[in-house]
């Protein structure tokens, strides 16, 4: 079985740091697409950011140049740096891939969420 656990999330001021991380852990033979995803309350979930398994991201144009996405493939482990946080990027941030299993066709998996918010 797999599961993605996410972690880093918390409350920040304004123009303040935070960095999440997402752990895949189970029956892992490769991860393909990861993302990083937000939900504020009131409003649909939205992709913030992806990344492919050679490290091709994009970014949602509301994080660009704030938001960094990353991944170490070795540890199966990915992360978003987010700088210069503002009150809109408030939400339950959600970690999600594609993984297959040894024998199984990869499918799309969802971590718990964490929240963040950014207030003064």
């Known amino acids: 079985q797999v599961q993605l656990v996410e972690s880093g999330g918390g409350l920040v001021q304004p123009g303040g740091s935070l960095r999440l991380s997402c752990a895949a852990t189970g029956s892992i033979f490769s991860i393909y697409a990861m993302g990083w995803y937000r939900q504020a309350p009131g409003n649909q979930r939205e992709l913030v950011a992806s990344i492919n398994y050679g490290g091709r991201a994009n970014y949602a144009d509301s994080v660009k140049g704030r938001f960094t996405i990353s991944r170490d493939n070795a540890r199966n482990t990915m992360f978003l740096q987010m700088n210069s946080l503002k009150p809109e990027d408030t939400g339950v941030y959600y970690c999600?891939?594609?993984?297959?299993?040894?024998?199984?066709?990869?499918?799309?998996?969802w971590g718990q969420g964490t929240q963040v918010t950014v207030s003064s």
């Open positions: 999600s891939g594609e993984i297959a299993s040894p024998g199984l066709y990869r499918r799309g998996y």
